[in-house]
């Protein structure tokens, strides 16, 4: 009984939040409310604050579960592969399961994207849920104590921001570009120990 419901409020948190995206996209964030949300659900606005305490947190959820996921995959990444090989790998596979990392925005979606970004509450939600378990976890691969070692910190604070630019290029780059194709570029950089731009395009 439990485990099923877990499963109905996990389908209803989703439900929000595909609701949120999509009325996003059709209107732009600044004009959805958290009302329109939970309509668009099919539940109340009491419904939708048990789960979400705005609109920018259920816009952003869909991508904390990505991170979430991505975190369960890297623990199970095999113990000899390298570091950033484990985590760009653990990082794009839900992107890949979901065929999303590959799809190209529309303009419109676009300004979307840019506009979610830009926003701190939106930054604030993709980023406060995670970050320590990313820590813990990287500590735990490479044998650092997160209370009193940099490092695991060093990786964690890394991965956000190589997240964060691929988002921030995928909403602006023109030609459009995959998502994924800029987080493997981004890994990539960082394991080469981001190299000078001259050196790196050459």
């Not at 991965?159 to 890994?187: C, H, K, N, Q």
Request: hydrophobic share 45%; glycine share 8%.
């Amino acid at each position: 009984m439990t485990g099923l419901r877990e499963r109905k409020k996990l389908d209803t948190r989703r439900a929000l939040s595909d609701a949120a995206l999509a009325l996003a996209f059709e209107r732009g964030l600044d004009n959805v409310t958290r009302d329109e949300i939970a309509a668009r659900a099919g539940v109340s606005l009491r419904t939708f604050n048990n789960y979400f305490a705005n609109k920018y947190e259920a816009v952003a959820y869909r991508q904390v579960e990505r991170m979430r996921l991505s975190l369960d995959l890297f623990r199970q990444r095999p113990a000899g592969e390298p570091l950033w090989s484990a985590i760009e790998a653990a990082v794009i596979a839900p992107l890949e399961a979901e065929g999303a990392g590959g799809a190209v925005p529309t303009a419109q979606q676009r300004a979307v994207i840019l506009d979610v970004l830009l926003t701190p509450e939106s930054r604030v939600a993709l980023s406060k849920q995670l970050f320590a378990d990313w820590v813990a976890a990287i500590g735990e691969r490479v044998g650092g104590d997160p209370a009193g070692d940099m490092y695991p910190r060093l990786v964690a604070g890394v991965i956000r921001a190589v997240s964060e630019a691929a988002m921030d290029a995928y909403a602006t780059a023109d030609p459009p570009v995959p998502f994924i194709d800029l987080l493997r570029r981004g890994f990539a950089d960082v394991a080469a120990g981001l190299p000078e731009k001259g050196r790196r395009d050459g």
